[in-house]
């Protein structure tokens, strides 16, 4: 269709111009702006190689560091925490405290235990001494016995026989006086059961109106009194047990002389007598140092315990969390306090499956901070991850979206004071 075009100034005549074919129109724009179509699919050429590319040349890293737990051997109530979130402590310095009046209130009970035990373990062996002395005694009178009577054997026979009966005899007033102390023991003993089973009684009706404070006092005291006869009992009993085997030795040795002067000359039996004496003192004294022995094991064990309720820090570092604070209770192995220790120049980074094969140790880098001004660090890939394992929160474009790649171990020398867990961008240079 032909349409007029616009009249010429000065013309006398309107002209009309004919309209190109649209194909030829679109010839035309080709033609003439295949400039600008050839920029555009360079930039999104770039623009894609930014993309990919640039993937694997800036990742994000963080500046590594060692989150350690200040934690608790014994479970107590915690008494005061000396720090606060951003302090910086250093290795040994004391952060909190437990409350050591329990482990105080048995180490008071140990030591007093102990205190008992070494206050009676001279008067045993006292007594055990005394025991020794009495069987030389003995063997001393054995020897004069000896004597005696093997002249008395020569001269007349009725003599031996009364011997024999002589030593009979102490050896049955011997043995009158060890059932006469056993009977003793045997009713110290019943009296002693009697009188726990009266306290129990008193003490179950504690608080009531029917309980005496005084009678449980009485009891308490007779008891410990019958304690200590027993105890005392007991040590005749062996010391009259031992003057018993003393005896019986003598009749024995007695009965079996041949010859009133071998008997006169042999001192082997009563040096054997001295000899089983002291050993009698030994391992009657064994039982009250072993006791000795376990309470101040006891004791260095609490006193190890009281030492374990004042925290102190493992290694350098900053405060980043009080866990518990004063006044509550802590069980065995809880965090009082949290720390991180920084390691200097040390970053971790993570680098997606993609492109973590064509990282390697030794490679360049260039860090940047991500959110804030700063000089750029230059560093080098020191150890790359094992195996491709799912990405930290800290590295996903979004909490919900997971990726996997491998841990990338960057290390900068030189570097300024970095704070723990800051972010940086990292470019791969080589």
Known sequence: MNVPSARRPGAG????????????????????????????????????LYVVDGARGRVTAIVADDRMAVNTQYAARVLSVLVKPGDRVAAGQLVATLDPSDARLRLDVVAADLARLEADAPAQA????????????????????LVRHAGERQRDSLSMVSAERGFA???????????VVAGEIDHDRAVLRETDAELDRL????????????????????????????????RRLAEVSHQRDAALNRAKRWSGIAQPCSAVQDDEAPAAGLGAAAEDV?????????AIRVQEERLRAIRAEIDALSLRAPADGLVSEVVLAPGEFAPVGASIVTLVAHRPGRFVAFVPEGEGLSVGPG???????????GDPIEGRVVEVGAAVVEAPIRFRPGAAVPIWGREVYLQVDGAPQLLPGESYNVLFTD
């Open 13 to 48: 005549v309107t002209r009309f111009i004919p309209r190109l074919p649209l194909r030829r129109r679109i010839h035309g724009v080709v033609r003439n702006g295949w400039p600008l179509l050839v920029w555009g699919l360079a930039l999104c050429g770039a623009a894609w």
């Open 363 to 373: 490679e360049k880098v260039v860090l940047r901070p991500s959110h804030r001004r």
């Open 203 to 234: 003490k179950a009706l504690a608080g009531s109106a029917a309980a005496a404070p005084v009678s449980i006092d009485v009891l308490a005291a007779r008891h410990d009194a019958t304690s200590r006869r027993i105890e005392a009992n007991e």
């Open 282 to 290: 030994e391992i009657a004294l064994a039982p009250a140092y072993a």
């Open 126 to 145: 006292q007594a055990w001494r005394r025991a020794a002395a009495a069987a030389r005694t003995d063997a001393a009178r054995l020897r004069l016995d």
């Open 169 to 179: 005899d102490d050896v049955e007033a011997i043995e009158d006086r060890i059932i």
